[in-house]
């Protein structure tokens, strides 16, 4: 127990710093001093919009991420795997090619918001067997949907004008360029008023961890608790697709690797999970800058390298041994 508070004090007190060194990745990182001279305040500028950006949004994911494992008691579960990221990338991109950029900051998440929660509705449809949803048949109809997406989003690019073909394409390699401060302000507030919701639903999401009956059993209305959980995590990854377009695996990495260093309680894991989210994609994106200067690896990239094994060696362990 003692050890496992140290972790979580350790992950809070040195993941801004993590975030901070963020700044110094790329154009410059050899004379990190530089940065702050008076012609580089430009650059300086769109560091600090894209570090911000890349601290938002791999909190968002990772947090997300660890609702859904709770709510499914899936250790695979996360917005790209269950296709929510997908869906909301397809919202999104729909919404571009429709104009809706220009109607305001609020265009966007809503129209990522709504692809998610239809994403989420026909997976669950697709999964459920009776009255019983098997958690691989799940994590199945996720990646067929998820391919689905894939496919039409592809469909709007060849049909699409060369400035919507860029658009769209930015939204399939993840990149965390800001383009427009009032939609990072936005969700910015849609996402700290999900996690401050989340903040009292750790003891829900312990008790779900135990099955649906046990729940019962403390007093839980489980179905209830799910609609509640399932929807403020899909807020959250539409939100952050909205700002960042399509970054896979920071859900599934993320809440695992917590989990390790902090234990399976909420109180800790969901905090720990933004924290530690903000810091691997911060990173993720900087070593994309640096890795192949001054060519750029889309963070997306990045994230899919680091996730992509982990992924399969999950899928490759008993259940039963995941959550251990």
Not at 19 to 45: D, M, Q
Not at 167 to 185: K, R, S, Y
Not at 228 to 244: E, K, Q, R, T, Y
Not at 262 to 289: K, M, N
Request: charged share 10%; proline share 4%; with cysteine.
């Amino acid at each position: 127990m003692k050890h496992r508070l140290l972790w979580f004090w350790t992950i809070l007190l040195a993941s801004p710093l993590i975030v901070a060194s963020g700044l110094f990745l790329g154009i410059g990182w050899e004379n990190p001093l530089a940065l702050f001279a008076a012609e580089n305040s430009g650059i300086l500028t769109i560091r600090l919009w894209r570090v911000l950006a890349g601290a938002l949004v791999g909190a968002s994911l990772g947090v997300s991420g660890a609702v859904l494992q709770a709510v499914l008691r899936n250790p695979l579960a996360e917005p790209y795997v269950l296709g929510l990221s997908s869906g909301a990338g397809l919202g999104t991109a729909l919404c571009i090619m429709a104009g809706g950029i220009g109607i305001g900051a609020f265009a966007l998440p809503v129209a990522g918001f709504i692809g998610a929660i239809l994403s989420l509705a026909i997976v669950y449809t697709l999964a459920r067997v009776g009255r019983s949803t098997s958690p691989h048949t799940l994590i199945l109809a996720g990646v067929v949907w998820s391919s689905l997406c894939g496919s039409i989003l592809m469909f709007l690019v060849s049909q699409s004008s060369a400035e919507g073909m860029h658009a769209i394409m930015w939204w399939f390699l993840g990149d965390l360029q800001v383009f427009d401060a009032q939609l990072v302000g936005t969700v910015i507030v849609v996402n700290v008023l999900a996690m401050l919701c989340l903040s009292f639903f750790a003891r829900e999401m312990n008790a779900m961890m135990l099955g649906d009956e046990m729940a019962g059993h403390v007093g839980l209305n489980p179905e209830r608790a799910k609609l509640v959980l399932l929807a403020l995590a899909s807020i959250m990854a539409a939100a952050s697709v909205a700002v960042s377009g399509l970054i896979a695996f920071v859900g599934l990495t993320v809440p695992h690797a917590m989990r390790a260093l902090v234990g399976p309680d909420h109180r800790r894991l969901v905090p720990a999970a933004a924290f530690g989210g903000a810091a691997f994609l911060v990173i993720a994106d900087g070593l994309g800058r640096i890795l192949m200067f001054p060519s750029e690896i889309p963070v997306g990239v990045i994230t899919a390298f680091v996730g992509a094994p982990f992924f399969l060696v999950l899928l490759r362990r008993k259940q039963q041994e995941m959550w251990t």
